[in-house]
Structure formats: C-alpha cells, structure tokens
C-alpha cells in the first residue's frame, strides 16, 4: 500500500508516494520543515517510486559527462515525455531511472539501488524542470543570510562557495547560513526571494524560511582579495549558467531567460577575486552589504 506525502518549497506544492513501509521514508529527514499540512490546490508535481518502468522505445537527448567527483545524469526523449538516468558518480553503473511526462508535473521512479539518493536527486531534477516557467530558479549556489537578505554564492564545484559562507558566519556577526547547495529563488510581487530547501549537499541545513535576495556573488580563486560588480550581461551569464534545467527544452530555457533577466535587473552581481582567508569575507562583505 502506498503512503503519500506532500511537500512545500518556495510556495510550490508537491508530492512523493511509494510504500508506507519503505525504509526510505525514515531516510528523507531533510524534507520535514517542508511537509504540507495544508495542501490547498493540486501539486505542481507528483512522483511515484515504482517496482518496474514500462519503457518502449527511448532515444539519446544529452549525455552528461562529468568529472568523477559529480553526478551522472543522462536524459533520453521518449514517445510521450523523458527518461532520466542517474548514479551518484560518474564511473558508477545507473542506480535509478525517472519517467516524467512532457510537462514534468508526472514522474515515475525505479530504484535500482541507492534509492535515498534517486529520490532526492528525482524530486531535484522534477523541481528545477516543472518549476523553470513559474517564475523560479533552482540555483547552485551556497546561500548566508545577513541583515534580513540573503547572499548567493556561486562558482564552479570545487571554487569555495561553502567555504565562504564559513568564512561570513566566522566573521561577520549576525551571519548565517539558509543553504548550502541548492537554495530556491522565485520572484515575488516584482521582488526576488530567496528560500531554503530540501536540497543542501553536503551541509545538512534544511531551512523552511526565505528572504529577500541582496546580492549574487560569482566566487573565482585567485592570489587576492578583491571585488568588482558586473554589468548585467555578466550577471546574466553568470546566475544563468549556475540555474538548474536543459537549456535544450524550449519551454524550461524560456522560463530561465525570464526569471534570471528579472533577478539580475533587481539585484546587484558582483564577482569576488580571492583566496579562501577571512579578508575575503570582509572585502565581499563590506562591498555587498552596502549596496543591498
């Protein structure tokens, strides 16, 4: 018998169903501050972990190719929507694959193994794609909160995201951090908000609380401290290349056009040049904080 749970994140409503008595429930603590008692109006999407796939005929779209440290996602087009393949590492054989329809807002999981991280890494991906025209951004990017606004991190894997954010809490008082991986933005009446989310990486901090954004940071390491702001081609280019969702989805690229082009306009960008010291965190903090 199956058990349904619904979930909130950014005010975006879904939901997840699979065996009451999988031990994979008791495994998805991170999505506690984000149950929905209160469901209202039908999810944006649903997904079901299932015991077998129907799949008749699937033809290659895009191949990741990451780096052995990352994920491996692959996705194939299907007569009627998507399949998704993933491990959690690049040399590691596909543990799950995920059938969404054309739209996202359906999803049907089959769990080879690791099925904590397919369903994650499903609920990520249904996210990011079903809510790219709805005025949100799943961004990769660590997230600190300062003053009552939030400061978005971004930077290749590896560039120090989460490590600046360290370096903000340990000296800037009243810091802290909302995510550390996977933050939420979703423009509001006009304004771009931030939240917390399920999502965090390797940081367990599962915040329900969003904020509004006063400032996006591009982390490049470099033998300095310094910092400068970008025009808004650059802001462009920088937030939109850190936003989770294919490009090659005409709907989902349309959705990310219009919400990074708003954020950008409304919220300052800046790249920070530095090494990971705590004079970066005072260089970034004492430019940003004026302008937000």
């Known amino acids: 018998m199956n058990l349904t749970r619904t979930y909130k994140v950014a005010g975006h409503r879904f939901s997840l169903s699979m065996d009451e008595g999988s031990a994979v429930w008791k495994s998805l603590g991170n999505y506690g501050p984000f149950v929905c008692k209160d469901c209202g109006p039908d999810p944006v999407f649903s997904l079901e972990v299932v015991d077998n796939l129907d799949i008749v005929a699937k033809e290659e779209y895009f191949v990741s190719e990451p780096e052995g440290g990352e994920q491996r996602i692959d996705i194939y087009k299907l007569p009627e929507g998507y399949l998704f393949e993933m491990a959690p ?17 359906k999803g049907e999981l089959l769990a080879v193994s690791s099925p904590v991280f397919c369903v994650n890494n499903a609920m990520m991906l249904m996210y990011a794609f079903r809510t790219a025209g709805l005025r949100t951004l799943e961004i990769h990017a660590s997230c600190t909160v300062k003053d009552g606004k939030g400061f978005l991190f971004l930077g290749k894997s590896g560039t120090g995201k989460s490590t600046h954010s360290r370096l903000w809490k340990k000296n800037i008082p009243g810091s802290w951090l909302l995510n550390d991986d996977n933050p939420v933005i979703r423009i509001v009446d006009g304004e771009p908000r931030v939240y917390g989310t399920p999502w965090s990486g390797k940081t367990p901090c599962y915040i329900n609380d969003d904020y509004p954004v006063g400032a996006v940071v591009r982390i490049n390491r470099a033998p300095h401290d310094a910092i400068h702001r970008m025009s808004l081609v650059e802001g462009f280019a920088s937030l939109y290349s850190s936003s989770s969702g294919l490009r090659d989805i005409r709907s989902v690229a349309d959705g990310l056009f219009e919400t990074v082009s708003a954020v950008v306009q409304a919220v300052p960008c800046y790249v920070l040049d530095c090494l990971p010291d705590d004079e970066a965190a005072i260089v970034c903090s004492r430019e940003v904080l004026k302008d937000a």
Do not use: N
């Open 89 to 105: 590492f690049a040399d590691h054989p596909v543990c799950g694959s995920l059938k969404v329809s054309p739209d996202f807002s």
